[in-house]
């Protein structure tokens, strides 16, 4: 059992957790919404928690392309959940020229303390062997390694249904458009699902 003490206008609040209930968060930036269709889709599956990374100034292609030429780190808005509440983060965001979105490399180094037991997965392009590069990059910033590192690619979902959609680079997806990558969620799904069961125990 842990008693977790939350600030309150009045107080404080004593929360009693049972340990074999595992608290899972979504932490999830869409520029466009792609990932943020993905990250629902999760939470929904999972019955986790969501928060949503804003920045502070409006991003678009040119402030992503600054960026990543100098490898800036943008101001993002509170991070306003109850950090000590939760046991498990599950990071969802694009990948910009093989990086991590600077959004979510922002959230992780101003929470990377925090951060125990995390995982990462995205809606991107999918270039060659931008899965290990990403590994790396998470462990670096973070201090450990994550659970799981999943791409679904969209490069992949393109060439198996051009012809029945419009599609191109800024292509935004529907619910239904995740059906493709149906085996790969439910896959990840399950994984977390293994791994937050084993830690209860």
Not at 146 to 162: A, G, H, R
Request: proline residues 3%; contains cysteine; glycine residues 4%.
């Amino acid at each position: 059992m842990t008693i977790v003490i939350i600030p309150a206008r009045r107080g404080i609040v004593l929360c009693i957790v049972n340990q074999s209930f595992m608290r899972i968060l979504i932490v999830y930036y869409s520029l466009t919404s792609n990932n943020e269709l993905l990250a629902k889709e999760l939470q929904e599956k999972l019955g986790a928690d969501l928060f949503r990374i804003e920045t502070r100034r409006k991003y678009t292609t040119f402030s992503i392309m600054w960026d990543i030429l100098l490898n800036r780190t943008p101001e993002i808005k509170d991070f306003y959940h109850a950090r000590n509440l939760y046991d498990k983060y599950i990071f969802v965001a694009p990948v910009w020229a093989g990086r991590v979105a600077s959004p979510l490399r922002a959230f992780l180094l101003q929470e990377k303390s925090r951060i125990h037991d995390y995982s990462f997965i995205t809606l991107c392009g999918g270039l060659p062997r931008q899965k290990d590069k990403l590994f790396k990059t998470l462990t670096k910033v973070v201090g450990h390694s994550p659970t799981q590192v999943v791409e679904l690619s969209i490069n992949d979902f393109i060439s198996e249904t051009d012809g029945h959609h419009s599609l191109g680079k800024g292509y935004e997806f529907q619910r239904q458009d995740l059906k493709f990558f149906k085996q790969k969620i439910d896959d990840f799904v399950a994984q977390q699902k293994a791994v937050t069961l084993a830690k209860a125990v």
